[in-house]
């Protein structure tokens, strides 16, 4: 009892015949949301077609595994999931999922062994998807995702040659416009509080500062460049650092909005006035943007919009599988405040 008899036709076979995933079989025949018509006709001719019989136990079982995405965060430093950026994105990607009848599922991967134990988990048909955020330099687990054939989209990439999905914003881009707004508004001596730059973004922005600059017949100077890693206090440590070693700073862009409001508050116990002495631009446009004193001029990475295309990308891949890896960056926009 409860074995298949010889000659059934499995779940795997119908996705097989259809040339989709097996979740997108199994939202099909528990009529859920977020299935494309033309899909849903393809699953449904090929379960005519083969003679499937879904199994109401194993579909009942089943029920509590499926239909669920795992958002991963990589992050091996746990300050960082304090930051804002992480509570905006879930919820964007927890607003484009609320149609589509899916679960997300946060999962924190942050050593080989969990590594393993994830693609495991994932392997086994818990999880019809998986979305990573912070994944840094170097991490393997896009590439095992994507060697398990299991659908996959990144926020940011690991570099340049990046070849599995994702969604990115023009950090190089944003960043470029901050520092010429700086440099049109009369400020000569600008340096910079950087990411962490074993991450491709915080990279990225460095990029663009220095593209700035050269476009401008500036000099780059190493000496004004001092790293963070996105936090407040980093932030408020490498400004203080900056102005020990260039009193006349007039203007700085941080890699985030976290890290300006820590280089506020090191200008404010320098005694430097924001923007008279020195102009602060960061990068995000949280909402903490609007609450600093002066309110902060930010490059705004649209946060929604990047979640929404996260979960386009892959319930895209869950139900037609590509041959393609997709790649889409979205613009940034300077949003001029009282700081700069």
């Known amino acids: 009892m409860g074995r298949r008899r010889p000659g059934t036709p499995t779940l795997e076979e119908v996705a097989a015949r259809a040339g989709v995933g097996r979740g997108t079989v199994s939202r099909v025949i528990n009529n ?8 849903r006709e393809v699953v449904q001719r090929a379960i ?11 579909r009942s079982l089943a029920g509590r595994s499926t239909d669920a995405v795992a958002l991963v965060l990589t992050e091996p430093d746990w300050r960082v999931f304090a930051e804002p950026f992480f ?15 899916m679960q997300l599922m946060l999962t924190l991967v942050r050593s080989d062994t969990e590594r393993k134990r ?35 989209v990144m926020l940011g990439r690991r570099s340049g040659d990046e070849y599995v999905s994702y969604v990115d914003a023009d950090n190089v881009g944003g960043a470029r416009s901050a520092v010429s707004h700086l440099l049109a508004r009369g400020r000569r001596a600008i340096a910079t509080i950087t990411g962490p730059q074993d991450m491709y973004v915080a990279q990225c922005r460095l990029r663009g500062y ?46 985030s909005d976290t890290t300006a409001v ?28 609007q609450r600093t004193a002066p309110r902060l001029t ?12 996260m979960i386009r990308l ?25 700081s700069a």
Request: charged share 30%.
């Open 118 to 152: 994830f693609l495991e988990y994932a392997r086994g048909g818990r999880v019809d998807g998986v979305l990573l955020l912070s994944v840094h330099a170097g991490d393997r687990l896009p590439d095992m995702l994507a060697e398990a054939r299991l659908p996959t």
């Open 87 to 101: 509570s905006e994105i879930v919820r964007s990607l927890g607003d484009a999922l609320t149609d589509t009848g």
């Open 298 to 309: 930010t490059v705004r990475q649209p946060l929604e919009e990047m979640g929404r295309a």
């Open 48 to 58: 005519q077609e083969l003679g499937y019989v879904p199994n109401l136990a194993a």
């Open 262 to 289: 820590g280089a506020l508050h090191a200008l404010r116990t320098a005694g430097r006035r924001v923007p008279e002495d020195v102009a602060v631009i960061g990068f995000d446009d949280f909402p903490l943007a």
């Open 314 to 338: 892959l319930l895209e891949d869950m139900e037609e599988p590509s041959a393609a890896y997709r790649h889409v960056i979205l613009r940034t926009e300077l949003q001029v405040r009282e």
């Open 32 to 39: 859920a949301a977020g299935v494309k018509e033309s899909t």
């Open 210 to 255: 220095q593209d700035a600059l050269a476009l401008a017949g500036s000099t780059y100077e190493e000496s004004l460049v001092a790293e963070g890693d996105f936090t407040e206090d980093s932030g408020r440590r490498a400004m203080a650092e900056l102005l020990d070693r260039h009193p006349e700073i007039d203007g700085v862009l941080a890699a």
